[in-house]
Nanobody, 123 residues
Framework: QLVESGGGLVQAGGSLRLSCTAS????????TGWVRQAPGKEREFIAG??????????HYAESVKYRFTISRDNVKNTVYLQMNSMIPEDTAIYSC????????????????WGQGTQVTVTS
């Protein structure tokens, strides 16, 4: 089970950091990603990082590249999503997800999901 934390309300131009942890075996053994769903829109993959020990390769959707950073703390068994220069279009429910696929850039590649955390960006 994955658990997200760190969501909330932020003004445009501000920052938030989301965290993803897991019970049991943790996230180190999985490639982990963040997927968001805005009201009335389909789910969108935004960032992913390969499993611990594989180099921690990161990849991003164009919509968040250079603004968002995904990282992994292998000691804490936690994956983070640092969100900077946020815009109202970033408002969505953000979910952490895990997969055994090495580079998973679509939400359909993930098979373990958290409940999601709400992020709201005001103008």
């Amino acid at each position: 089970q994955l658990v997200e934390s760190g969501g909330g309300l932020v003004q445009a131009g501000g920052s938030l950091r989301l965290s993803c942890t897991a019970s049991g075996r943790g996230v180190n053994e999985y490639s982990t990603g963040w997927v968001r769903q805005a009201p009335g829109k389909e789910r969108e993959f935004i960032a992913g990082i390969t499993w611990a020990g594989s180099g921690g390769i990161t990849h991003y959707a164009e919509s968040v590249k250079y603004r968002f950073t995904i990282s992994r703390d292998n000691v804490k068994n936690t994956v983070y999503l640092q969100m900077n220069s946020m815009i109202p279009e970033d408002t969505a429910i953000y979910s952490c997800a895990a997969t055994k696929t090495y580079l998973a850039s679509t939400e359909t590649a993930y098979h373990i999901w958290g409940q999601g955390t709400q992020v709201t960006v005001t103008s």
